[in-house]
């Protein structure tokens, strides 16, 4: 049985922070050229990006998350964390953490892991 690389609570509260960590094997975070974004999706909005990280640990996020949302690193365990602030069920998604080579070509997909935000 193979672990995702996703780590996180699979439920969470209404209004609290959603925190998931994405830890890499065999790929190297700070490389050049290379960012690492955190997708998810969900049957209402489908397939939906969130924000990555740079090889510099520059951030982006989607214009609807930015108020609530930051990604950072932890280069010497080759991990990154997404954090979401003030969760709403619309949140309830299926997370992934994936590599983006340029050209925004995906090259790394992570298996995924299922939140849910209820009470």
């Known amino acids: 049985h193979v672990q995702p690389p996703e780590s996180g609570p699979g439920l969470v509260k209404p209004s609290l922070t959603l925190s998931l960590t994405c830890t890499v094997s065999?790929?190297?975070?700070?490389?050049?050229?290379?960012?690492w974004d955190w997708i998810r999706q969900s049957p209402a909005k489908g397939l939906e990006s969130l924000g990555y990280i740079t090889n510099s640990g520059n951030t982006y996020f989607s214009p609807s998350l930015k108020r609530h949302a930051s990604i950072f690193r932890d280069t010497s365990k080759n991990q990154f964390t997404l954090q979401l602030s003030s969760v709403t069920p619309e949140d309830t998604a299926v997370y992934f953490c994936?590599?983006?080579?340029?050209?925004?070509?995906?090259?790394?997909w992570g298996q995924g892991t299922q939140v849910t935000v209820s009470s």
């Open positions: 065999g790929l190297s975070i700070p490389t050049i050229n290379y960012y």
């Open positions: 994936a590599r983006r080579a340029p050209k925004d070509e995906f090259d790394y």
